[in-house]
T-cell receptor, first 112, second 115 residues
């Protein structure tokens, strides 16, 4: 069964700063690593995902960096805004269960 | 396009009582998931359906939890009898296709409090 370790648990950054969240996973036979964003009272929503035939994917202010040899990937939020304040979950494939295993989440607070 | 609908949004019950949650996925989505999200934790998969067949229910506590997906559309998740540790948000998600590379669309969840 897939195990996903996410850090930090919580993060406070100033407006305009860079937020960095890290994830580590175990072996997988399927390369697909998404990040989900969850606001209070809402369900998680896909933010960005990478299929690592590349080591990095950028969408606007959000970037995923992937290190296959280390089995790690990270989310970078550039120019963080108060509207980015949410909980972020990384996920990795559990090929045995044909489903995603989610990390424990990082609560991001961006101060104005 | 309508999203994933779940009801009820909130439910408070006494331990040993029963509860049922309902989910209506996005139209045309073949795969449906129930996740349990305990406060401060990530979503944990309970059961996955492909159309009306079960793909995986290895983490479903079958002595108290049951789920069904009738006609490959709506789904219900039942807990009977409930325990204190079942207090959580129950999230339903759907995806257009099965497998690991598709986007999951989550509902807003059903928050269960067991007293």
């Amino acid at each position: 069964q897939q195990q996903v370790k996410q850090s930090p648990q919580s993060l406070i950054v100033q407006k305009g700063g860079i937020s960095i969240i890290n994830c580590a996973y175990e072996n997988t036979a399927f390369d697909y690593f998404p990040w989900y964003q969850q606001f209070p009272g809402k369900g998680p929503a896909l933010l960005i995902a990478i299929r690592p035939d590349v080591s990095e994917k950028k969408e606007g202010r959000f970037t995923i960096s992937f290190n296959k040899s280390a089995k790690q990937f990270s989310l970078h939020i550039m120019d963080s805004q108060p509207g980015d304040s949410a909980t972020y979950f990384c996920a990795a494939p559990d090929t045995g269960r044909r489903a995603l295993t989610f990390g424990s989440g990082t609560r991001l607070q961006v101060q104005p | 396009e309508a999203g994933v609908a779940q009801s009820p949004r909130y439910k408070i019950i006494e331990k040993r009582q029963s509860v049922a949650f309902w989910c209506n996925p996005i139209s045309g989505h073949a795969t449906l998931y129930w996740y349990q999200q305990i406060l401060g934790q990530g979503p944990k998969l309970l059961i996955q359906f492909q159309n009306n067949g079960v793909v995986d229910d290895s983490q479903l506590p079958k002595d108290r939890f049951s789920a069904e997906r009738l006609k490959g559309v709506d789904s219900t998740l039942k807990i009977q009898p409930a325990k204190l540790e079942d207090s959580a948000v129950y999230l339903c998600a759907s995806s257009l296709v099965g497998g690991l590379g598709g986007e999951l669309f989550f509902g807003e969840g059903s928050r269960l409090t067991v007293l």
